[in-house]
Structures are given as C-alpha cells and as structure tokens.
C-alpha cells in the first residue's frame, strides 16, 4: 500500500478478492494498528484505508532487514553477477 489512502473497493479488487474478503484483512489490520480506514470525502458510503505511523515505522524496519540481506546475499558477487541476478530476479517477478 502507498501513502495515499485506498479505497476499500479498489484495495479489494487489486489484492483479486471479494469486498468482504478484504474488510475482514483490514479489520484484522485495524486492530494490530498497522491500517486506519477514514471516511471518502468524494463518496460518504465509501471508505478509505491508509497505513498508520506505527506500519510506516515497521515497514521501514523490514526494508532496512531487506537491503541487509540483500547485501550479504550478494556480497561475493562481482559487478556484472549482481546485475546478472537483479536481471533474472525482475524477470522472475514479471
């Protein structure tokens, strides 16, 4: 999820679930504190989902673990092997 707020709706069909599929995730969310949902100021009926400080926070954590993997991971790898590997990775994850 990005920054800007979602509506629940487009949250539901992007993660190719049902609606309820998806308040059921964010409630669920909601109450670990890591997503708020805000009322739609183009649509009363509609709700928003947007991360909370605290999500932001430990996504940041998780990315900082992330990049420190990746470093080990890599770190006998030359220049062209880790372009090789990002390569194949990107491919993989089309």
Request: net charge positive.
């Amino acid at each position: 999820m990005a920054d800007e707020p979602i509506r629940l709706t487009d949250l539901a069909d992007k993660m190719l679930v049902t609606k309820p599929s998806a308040t059921r995730m964010v409630q669920r969310l909601e109450r670990k504190n890591l997503v708020e949902r805000k009322a739609c100021l183009e649509d009363a009926r509609s709700k928003r989902v947007q991360l909370t400080e605290h999500a932001r926070k430990l996504l940041i954590k998780e990315v900082e673990v992330y990049q420190q993997m990746a470093n080990e991971l890599t770190a006998q790898l030359d220049a062209k092997e880790a372009e090789q590997l990002n390569q194949l990775l990107n491919k993989a994850l089309k």
